[in-house]
């Protein structure tokens, strides 16, 4: 049994049912390895919070963590001895682990620094031998219908994350819980792969394979371990890194890097872009993102068995790497405008998502034709190469998203306070927070500043969302010295003219209350005091007494420490707010730069550009594959 698990070659190729089961489970195994890696994104303002982090610092996370897995990908090249299949076993076994024993609970972010790393490792040597399980197991006229159930992986993987979160976080709201059925998932997906994954034998997974009809003469080739093409020692000779390190590979791969630097922003903050520049909950910019992850997922697929049954790769990618810069050109366009709205954004994911699809499932299928051209043996080597410029070009990206984007950070360490202080007091917030203090200290200094007054209270109404004519109404008093001559008369004084407007002692006191009051003469103190029975002028009078009283209370509502808090962080705050919007769409433009630079590498591709001259290459192989079987079998 023991060894059974350990040694899981296979010496035939499998008939159509098995082969599709080790497919369907290396796909699995790829999902559940990407909703691990990306669990943590949906409640990343949540973890930035309780552990005391900083925005930056969370990103740095993901760049050590990106930069450790670059290097976990070569290893991966150099681990084939280990068999692919336990590769993966093993570590959906430690990745599980991890997310759901380790992460959780971290008590600090140097432990979850820690932990992240190690989680990235296993990742980086795991999400290598997985698409060399794929090429395995598929014959190159279905490898876009295979790599498009590959590339399944990292968008379903994205899917779930933000289905599950969208879903539960209402009711489960702790971060944690996100981790526990991520982890819970990730040991079931371990203990399928232990029981039914297997992998070819070298002698077999080293030859080229263009359709099944190659099935009889690779057999007869491993059968008879001769020196034929596709088994060739003095090719092995020459070392498969060396013919790995070409320009076509590496820069093909480095084109796809940046041609991805888009998904991978919105895999790790798009729940943090969406809050701090357009106020969404983490579950409406999870539910938001589902848009684009469910499309990318539709894409991947339909465009896979597309090229499979075109048999070109060439123009999918041209083609979708249009379609996505349309969609993200619109999509950095609408970063500045907070109107923006959610089925708009949605728009603009489904043109990004299904051109990137395209693009990416093509290349996928391309990248390891390319690799076969030059060694098949070399699967995993340059599939190593290609995930190691992947990880390192992210971890690059990352370092200058923190550059680019600094107003976030400010925005997710110190705009949770305010945004709670502006939840719990919403009216008070707003007072506090859009009056001028200029302003404020002009009437504290002289309370007699009828300008500054009426603009104060004009500042205070417009936080209430007052109409202007109720400001204008307002203020009208205030410059007019009626609120100054109403609070000038004693109330007993208001009352008897209330009363009885034609009481004279009552009026004749108001006068001479007004007078000493507001150091007017007589006359004026008369014209002021007949004003007040105006119906409109009692209607401002109203209006200004009650955004004086507002402006008061707000204070003591907020409290002292809420007061100071504002004082000390407001303006960096609001100015974080301002600054945010434009910071990411540079970012967004310089995701539009990857995809526009992705487009020439195509052409340093294997294949084919017309689907006719792709059949008259297969009509080709396959006649050379019966003469060369004929001549096994006579031999």
Not at 1 to 11: D, E, F, G, T, V
Not at 495 to 503: K, L, M, S, V, W
């Amino acid at each position: 049994m023991r060894h059974s698990l350990w040694n899981r070659q296979l010496s035939h190729y499998p008939d159509t049912g098995l082969r599709y089961l080790y497919l369907a489970i290396t796909v699995l195994s790829t999902v559940v390895l990407y909703y691990e890696l990306y669990v943590s994104g949906s409640v990343a303002t949540q973890i930035i919070t309780e552990l005391g982090m900083s925005f930056s610092y969370f990103v740095w996370i993901s760049v050590a963590g990106n930069a450790v897995g670059a290097f976990a990908s070569l290893f991966a090249g150099l681990a084939d001895r280990w068999g692919r299949a336990n590769l993966v076993v093993g570590g959906l076994l430690a990745t599980g682990l991890i997310i759901l024993v380790g992460l959780p609970h971290a008590p600090n972010g140097i432990t979850y620094l820690v932990l992240y790393v190690l989680l990235s490792f296993v990742e980086g040597v795991v999400l290598v031998a997985t698409p060399a399980l794929m090429r395995d197991f598929s014959p190159q006229v279905g490898r876009g219908a295979a790599m498009g159930f590959w590339t399944l992986g990292p968008v379903l993987g994205s899917l779930v994350v933000t289905t599950v979160s969208s879903n539960t976080l209402g009711q489960h709201p702790d971060w944690r819980f996100q981790f526990h059925v991520c982890g819970v998932a990730g040991l079931v997906v371990f203990v399928v792969a232990l029981l039914g994954l297997r992998e070819l034998s070298p002698a077999l997974r080293d030859q080229l394979m263009v359709s099944m009809r190659d099935r009889a003469l690779l057999e007869a080739r491993a059968a008879c371990a001769a020196h034929v093409k596709g088994v060739d020692p003095a090719r092995e000779l020459k070392g498969p890194w060396r013919q790995m390190l070409r320009f076509g590979i590496v820069g093909s791969a480095f084109a796809i890097s940046v041609f991805l630097l888009l998904y991978y922003a919105l895999v790790g903050f798009a729940v943090v872009y969406l809050a701090t520049t357009f106020g969404y909950s983490d579950q409406r910019a999870n539910a938001l993102a589902n848009w684009y992850w469910a499309f990318n997922a539709i894409s991947l697929v339909v465009f896979g068995l597309l090229s499979d049954k075109l048999r070109v790769r060439k123009p999918f990618m041209v083609l979708g790497g249009i379609v996505s810069v349309v969609g993200t050109v619109l999509f950095a366009l609408a970063a500045t405008h907070p109107s923006t709205g959610y089925h708009t954004f949605a728009l603009y994911f489904v043109l990004a998502s299904v051109g990137g699809g395209m693009a990416y499932v093509a290349w996928m299928a391309s990248f390891t034709e390319t690799v076969e051209k030059h060694d098949p043996a070399a699967t995993a080597v340059g599939l190593a190469v290609w995930g190691w410029t992947l990880r390192l070009v992210v971890t690059f990206s990352l370092v200058v998203l923190t550059f680019i984007v600094p107003a976030t950070s400010t925005l997710v360490e110190k705009g949770a306070r305010i945004t709670a202080i502006q939840q719990e007091h919403p009216r008070q917030f707003a007072i506090v927070t859009g009056i001028d203090p200029a302003v404020a200290a002009r009437v504290r200094k002289d309370p007699a500043d009828r300008e500054a007054l009426a603009t104060l209270l004009g500042q205070v109404a417009t936080a209430e969302g007052a109409t202007a004519t109720e400001i204008r109404s307002a203020q009208s008093t205030v410059r007019g010295g009626q609120l100054a001559a109403a609070q000038a008369v004693a109330p007993a004084t208001m009352a008897a003219i209330q009363t009885d407007p034609r009481d004279t002692a009552a009026q004749a006191d108001a006068v001479k209350q007004i007078m000493a009051g507001l150091g007017v003469g007589r006359p004026a103190a008369v014209k002021l005091l007949a004003g007040l029975g105006d119906p409109g002028t009692q209607r401002g009078l109203r209006l200004a007494a009650r955004y004086a009283a507002d402006l008061k209370a707000a204070p003591a509502a907020i409290g002292k420490a809420g007061l100071a808090y504002l004082s000390a962080h407001g303006a960096e705050v609001t100015k974080a707010a301002q600054d945010n919007p434009r910071q990411w769409q540079t970012w967004w433009w310089v995701c539009v730069a990857g995809q526009l630079l992705f487009l020439p590498f195509v052409f340093l591709m294997a294949g084919r550009w017309s689907p006719r001259r792709a059949r008259e290459d297969e009509r080709a192989h396959d006649a050379l594959v019966e003469r060369e079987l004929a001549a096994l079998k006579e031999s």
